[in-house]
């Protein structure tokens, strides 16, 4: 069973995180825009008397598209304590770590050639 040196985009595990975070950031600003709603509400009923359907859904709706936009945001933001800590117990393993974050496409294919390679079998379990 040999270590294979393909390089692989972001796991889906990445991309449930990401979900995950957007998810959370909507529900909360879902429930600040309500806050927020009951505040105005309460600060400037004209609004709510004028359009008492389309006023709760539209502070409703921009509380959710901002909270939304953060959690994506702050699941896009890279792990470090992960990666060190997979890298570090790779090292305690006795096993050699190389990272490729490629710039494009290209770069991505040069970089899995040159590390298929020079890795062989020998050298992916020493």
Do not use: C, Q, W
Not at 91 to 117: C, D, L, M, P, T
């Amino acid at each position: 069973e040999g270590v294979s040196p393909a390089i692989e985009p972001e796991t889906k595990e990445t991309r449930n995180k990401v979900v995950l975070d957007t998810l959370f950031g909507t529900a909360t600003g879902g429930a600040a825009g309500a806050v927020t709603a009951g505040a105005v509400a309460v600060v400037a009923p004209s609004l709510f008397v004028s359009a008492p359907i389309v006023a709760p859904l539209m502070v409703l709706g921009y509380g959710a598209m901002i909270g939304g936009t953060a959690g994506a945001i702050l699941g896009l933001k890279p792990r470090e304590g992960m990666l060190a800590g997979l890298v570090r117990d790779s090292i305690k393993a006795g096993y050699h770590v190389v990272i490729v974050h490629a710039a494009s496409h290209e770069a991505r294919k040069r970089a899995e050639a040159v590390i298929g390679e020079t890795m062989t079998e020998k050298t992916a379990r020493s």
